[in-house]
């Protein structure tokens, strides 16, 4: 299985908006979940968000909701995570990730990290 990841915009100041966008290869099962997860240096990986491939049901952290948002495009097979109002402790490095369940242990595949910097 792979992922291609992509991140569009680069460095954001405080406020500003970046979208990530992972492709993913294989079959997309009825039970698939996809989900975007973060890590700061010295800190251990956490969820973001994510989504079921079947019904398109959305989970969130309570520190981005209503500022990011997971959404995917069934035919590409592709999994966004676009992110508003950025702040400078959201900086990270991101990962796609998918599983059959939204949290870290449900989680079996894991793609390349993005890394995503918020000035103040």
């Known amino acids: 299985l792979r992922f291609s990841c992509r991140r569009v915009g680069g460095l954001v100041q405080a406020g500003g908006s970046l979208r990530l966008s992972c492709a993913a290869s294989?079959?997309?099962?009825?039970?698939?979940?996809m989900g975007w997860f973060r890590q700061a240096p010295g800190k251990e990986r956490e969820f973001v968000a994510a989504i079921r491939w079947s019904g398109g049901k959305t989970y969130y952290t309570d520190s981005v909701k209503g500022r990011f948002t997971i959404s995917r495009d069934n035919g590409k097979s592709t999994v966004y995570l676009q992110m508003n109002s950025l702040k400078p402790e959201d900086t990270s490095v991101y990962y796609c990730?998918?599983?059959?369940?939204?949290?870290?242990?449900?989680?079996?595949?894991w793609g390349k990290g993005t890394q995503v910097t918020v000035s103040s």
């Open positions: 294989g079959f997309m099962f009825s039970s698939t979940v």
């Open positions: 990730a998918r599983g059959t369940s939204p949290d870290y242990y449900g989680m079996r595949y």
